[in-house]
């Protein structure tokens, strides 16, 4: 149950950052449209981490994950300018929106932070889990028995040539 509240909680607070930097993009693309690209690819980003918590695959291959890490940080610096903005001004204007502001400033850097996390610490293709083998053991007895013994047990079931 806690598996499930913390993947919803991903979702939540991803929907948000896509959201966020949605609005974001298209305030900033009449001042600086390089920046509003930035950010519009940064919203695309969320998106997949949308998508991965949701369907758990991701758009994004692992060659592309150097680009998935610049987006990353992008939502990072949003989430520590949200807590600056948040933090300077809640001591004149003690409103719930920058308590809110506060809070969801923390959560994006946290999600960021914590995506590249996974990045980083994600094998590069899946793997099987390892079974132990059973152990075979360190020497192995055989038993001979002379050719004499072993025509007169086998005598009445096979016939030899040479016995």
Known sequence: MAIHMYRVFRVIANSFAFVLTIVMGVVTLQYNPLLSIVFF??????????YYYIYGKRFIPRSLMLFDIIFEGVMFMIGLAMLLLSVSYYAYFSTWLFRALLFLSVMVMWSSV?????????PATPTAPVTQAPSIP??????????????????????????
């Open 41 to 50: 690819l940064a919203s695309l980003d969320q998106l997949e981490d949308v």
């Open 114 to 122: 914590e995506d590249v996390l996974q990045w980083v610490s994600a």
């Open 138 to 163: 360190a020497k192995v007895f055989t038993y001979v028995r002379e050719k004499k013994e072993v025509c007169e047990t086998e005598g009445r079931f096979v016939r030899r040539k040479n016995c």
